[in-house]
């Protein structure tokens, strides 16, 4: 059987894209930010997953006001990256896995999630820096990855406790795929800012760091914290980060049984944690989750 081996958090500031694929990474202001993902780097090429399920926000790109999927499911076999106003980026494309991605439609659709299904879709900075940070430039992506679009961007959004338990349902439909596949579960975005109005530029430290606490720890209890606390706290984009509930919510701690009973599996060991600031507008978090 398929099994999630762990998850992987990140931001996914463009910027962080455009210094890779302008060789920037070791100029002073980026060279920190890159540091912290190294040992992510080596971690990822030795765990050599099969596929990865990775849950990440479009920016008007691939959809528009025309059609907002609230969760959109790609099952095709690739996905182009797209172009945001400056060409594609120079990334391979990204290939799909739609025999796992149909079983988890199929899936979470009967276990009463309503999900879009997406035959053709772009894919923009939301997927494609999250896969550059963690693994480099190569000439073909490692393996292949399910994308999975949550509207964030235009209200009305899902709650986080919508995600967290859309997140079990996901868990449970890879762990009942019949082959034997490794799967990472990856949940990007975030963290605190805000790019648009009055308070562009926030970052909240506090609020990010006691984020990044509660959802090694606590899940269950962030997943009840409303939108409008990230909104106030974390900004207008600080919202992106209910997308790391998802991953958070297929942990096997959490998705069979209540956290903390009898019957529940052991807490994920953190494998990484890093939070850096400032990357473009953006504070910029990590976070490695292992499966026991
Ligand atoms: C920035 C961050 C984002 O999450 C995004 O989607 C676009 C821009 C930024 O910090 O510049
Ligand atoms: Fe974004």
Same mark, same amino acid.
Request: net charge negative; charged share 20%; glycine share 8%.
């Given at each position: 059987?398929?099994? =999630?081996?762990?998850? #992987?958090? &990140?931001?996914? #500031? $463009?910027? =962080?894209?455009?210094?890779? %694929?302008?060789?920037? &990474?070791?100029? $002073?202001? +980026?060279?920190? *930010?890159?540091?912290?993902? /190294?040992?992510?780097? /080596? +971690? @990822?090429?030795?765990?050599? $997953? %099969? #596929? =990865? @399920? *990775? #849950? @990440?926000?479009d920016h008007a790109t691939a959809f528009s006001l025309e059609m907002i999927p609230t969760f959109a499911i790609g099952t095709a076999d690739e996905f182009l990256p797209a172009d945001e106003g400056w060409g594609p980026r120079p990334v391979p494309k990204v290939m799909g896995h739609s025999k796992l991605a149909s079983h988890i439609a199929h899936s979470v659709i009967q276990d009463d999630f309503d999900l879009t299904i997406v035959n053709k879709m772009e894919v923009d900075h939301g997927l494609t820096v999250p896969l550059s940070l963690m693994c480099g430039q190569p000439k073909a992506w490692p393996c292949p990855v399910i994308p999975f679009a949550v509207n964030v961007v235009q209200y009305p959004i899902p709650s986080g406790k919508r995600c @967290?338990? *859309?997140?079990?349902? =996901?868990?449970r439909a890879i762990e009942s795929f019949p082959e034997d596949l490794n799967v990472q579960i990856w949940g990007t975005g975030g963290m605190s800012h805000q790019l648009q109005g009055p308070r562009a530029g926030l970052i909240n430290k506090e609020f990010d760091n006691a984020f990044l606490d509660r959802l090694i720890e606590d899940p269950v209890g962030l997943a009840n914290v409303p939108h409008i606390d990230y909104v106030r706290d974390a900004g207008s984009e600080g919202i992106e980060l209910v997308m790391w509930l998802i991953a958070r919510g297929a942990m096997s701690d959490v998705k069979d049984a209540p956290q903390g009973s009898k019957n529940a599996a052991k807490a994920p060991v953190v494998k990484k944690r890093f939070y850096h600031v400032p990357a473009s507008n953006t504070a910029v978090g990590h976070l490695i989750l292992e499966n026991i």
């Amino acid at each position: 059987m398929a099994h =999630i081996s762990s998850s #992987v958090y &990140t931001s996914h #500031v $463009p910027a =962080i894209g455009a210094a890779m %694929d302008l060789g920037k &990474t070791h100029e $002073p202001y +980026w060279a920190p *930010l890159f540091k912290g993902y /190294e040992s992510s780097k /080596e +971690w @990822f090429a030795q765990e050599k $997953p %099969d #596929v =990865i @399920f *990775l #849950v @990440f926000n479009d920016h008007a790109t691939a959809f528009s006001l025309e059609m907002i999927p609230t969760f959109a499911i790609g099952t095709a076999d690739e996905f182009l990256p797209a172009d945001e106003g400056w060409g594609p980026r120079p990334v391979p494309k990204v290939m799909g896995h739609s025999k796992l991605a149909s079983h988890i439609a199929h899936s979470v659709i009967q276990d009463d999630f309503d999900l879009t299904i997406v035959n053709k879709m772009e894919v923009d900075h939301g997927l494609t820096v999250p896969l550059s940070l963690m693994c480099g430039q190569p000439k073909a992506w490692p393996c292949p990855v399910i994308p999975f679009a949550v509207n964030v961007v235009q209200y009305p959004i899902p709650s986080g406790k919508r995600c @967290f338990e *859309l997140g079990k349902a =996901i868990g449970r439909a890879i762990e009942s795929f019949p082959e034997d596949l490794n799967v990472q579960i990856w949940g990007t975005g975030g963290m605190s800012h805000q790019l648009q109005g009055p308070r562009a530029g926030l970052i909240n430290k506090e609020f990010d760091n006691a984020f990044l606490d509660r959802l090694i720890e606590d899940p269950v209890g962030l997943a009840n914290v409303p939108h409008i606390d990230y909104v106030r706290d974390a900004g207008s984009e600080g919202i992106e980060l209910v997308m790391w509930l998802i991953a958070r919510g297929a942990m096997s701690d959490v998705k069979d049984a209540p956290q903390g009973s009898k019957n529940a599996a052991k807490a994920p060991v953190v494998k990484k944690r890093f939070y850096h600031v400032p990357a473009s507008n953006t504070a910029v978090g990590h976070l490695i989750l292992e499966n026991i």
